[in-house]
């Protein structure tokens, strides 16, 4: 079988990884990649969001499955013009994707199917939404409508800070046309948990549960982030825990989805706030979680090409996938100045040596190649990935590997993990 993998970044080096360990898997071409995929696959230079390029290359390459990465080019609808050419693809249609592309349209949608989550309002005039902060109390939650990288979420706990966030989205367009509405959302406290679910539109099928690590800094301090690295399992998602996110979040969702009209196939991603012993809704994506993909890839036990191939193909029902009962813990090394502005280019040492660790997945993320060197070209750099006996293991192994890398302003978390281990 040949694979295309859309994308280039930690995640998307996880799928290789994983899907080149697969005896149904004889050629894995990444687009565009980065220097990481290089090794497993062939790169190829077609930015993700060119769809009729990729759309070109998939057909002349007879491509038989093709896994979308990022948001994006699904919200470009590249899921629709590979079907409507005949070719095989990972990832929900356009007007499924808009559960993660609209925070308005996924709010409206849980409040139609009363699928948990807290209360919201929504804004076009930023007056109204600062009139808003003027009335009620803090926190408030202050979330831009459309894609913001991860970063168009601002929590905060004075009406000064929240004043300013909606300033930021809605008059100095922080992120464009993303902020053209905004919802302030009910303040959720408790502990953060990623749930994904594969599912081929009728079949929801659960994958492990993990942890994200949002903020920047340590302790959950700083602006929010991508994700700054990333645990499975999730102690927090019990297994009771788990056949009620199924029974009231996933399954629900997936239901409401066909009943709008709007099919979904692909993975379903739930960010889960588990509040007083219950969970609720933060928000969904319609792709992988990254970095929390680095950790599932490995503790998956079974064949990754066949739980995707099952998934488009609809034969999900009595899929069950197999995970390593060991921990996983990626830990990601980040440019100087992350999540806001930073430097690219500086040279990476040290890879040779991590990846000579036992146990251990160096996936790249923001790196490119320079006069033979792989230098630093993003705001996520690495995705440092190790299995351990349990947690503690594969924390103590992630960051010895991360001891052995180094570049100019790196920066990471000391305390991925942490949360596991107090509840363990
Ligand atoms: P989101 O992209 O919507 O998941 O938001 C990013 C992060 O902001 C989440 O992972 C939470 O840490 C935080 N957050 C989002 N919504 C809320 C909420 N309603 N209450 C508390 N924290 C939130
Ligand atoms: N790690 C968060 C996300 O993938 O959206």
Partial sequence: MKILIIGSGGREHAIAWKLSQSKRVKKLFIAPGNPGTASLGENCA???EDVEGLKAFALKEKIDLTVVGPEFPL????T???????????????????IESSKVFAKVLMKRYKIPTGFHKTFEDAADAIDY????????????????????????????????????????KAFGMAG??????EFLSGEEASF?????????????????HKTVFDGDKGPNTGGMGAYSPAPVITPSLEAEIMET????????????GRPYKGVLYAGIMVSGGRPKVLEFNARFGDPETQPLMMRLEDDLAELLLATVEGRLADVKPRWSPKASVCVVMASEGYPGTYPIGNPIRGLGEAAKLKDV???????????GRVVTSGGRVLGVTALGGDIKDAIAKAYSAVEQISFDGAHYRRDIGKKAVKAG
């Fill in 80 to 98: 629709d013009a590979f079907t409507g050419a005949g070719l095989p693809v990972f990832g929900p249609a356009k007007a499924a994707s808009e």
């Fill in 361 to 371: 997945a160096v996936f790249h993320a923001g790196t490119s190649m320079r006069g």
């Fill in 46 to 48: 077609i930015p993700a």
């Fill in 249 to 260: 979040i996933m399954r629900p969702t997936v239901a409401a989805m066909e009943q709008e």
């Fill in 75 to 78: 919200t470009l609808g590249i």
């Fill in 133 to 172: 902060v003027d009335t009620h109390k803090p926190p408030y939650v202050i979330k831009a409508d459309g894609l913001a990288a991860g970063k168009g979420v601002y929590v905060c706990p004075a009406p000064d800070e929240a004043r300013s966030a909606v300033n930021l989205i809605m008059r100095k």
């Fill in 180 to 185: 053209r509405r905004i919802i302030i959302e």
């Fill in 196 to 212: 994904l679910a594969l599912t081929d539109g009728k079949a929801v099928v659960p994958l492990a549960p993990a942890q994200d």
